[in-house]
């Protein structure tokens, strides 16, 4: 079973960026994806990539600001976070797509998260 560990949190002001990492400790022939969880709230999709990155969908709250990608020789996938705001403050989480879909049980193999801080 793929391993996953997430990497690139922090604390950063509203409108910069940060660039997330996923690490898988083996190859995955499967598509990928981010998920965040903000306090007191359910986890949510944020962005998911097909296994060749040819392509990708996005929840509509972080179109155009964020951008999923990967490198399968390096087994690591990647969410560039530009124009950040408050509310994308979250613990944001990488996973393997198992199924069609967007929904949380979609996927699996998930990782212990990263910690996003967006202040105002």
């Known amino acids: 079973q793929v391993q996953l560990v997430e990497s690139g949190g922090g604390l950063v002001q509203a409108g910069g960026s940060l660039r997330l990492s996923c690490a898988a400790s083996g190859r995955s022939m499967y598509g990928m994806g981010w998920f965040r969880q903000a306090p007191g709230k359910e986890r949510e999709f944020v962005a998911a990539?097909?296994?060749?990155?040819?392509?990708?969908y996005y929840a509509d709250s972080v179109k155009g600001r964020f951008t999923i990608s990967r490198d399968n020789a390096k087994n690591t996938m990647y969410l560039q976070m530009n124009s950040l705001k408050p509310e994308d403050t979250a613990v944001y989480y990488c996973?393997?797509?198992?199924?069609?879909?967007?929904?949380?049980?979609?996927?699996?193999?998930w990782g212990q998260g990263t910690q996003v801080t967006v202040s105002s």
């Open positions: 990539i097909t296994w060749s990155g040819g392509s990708s």
């Open positions: 996973a393997v797509r198992k199924a069609v879909g967007s929904r949380e049980a979609d996927f699996g193999s």
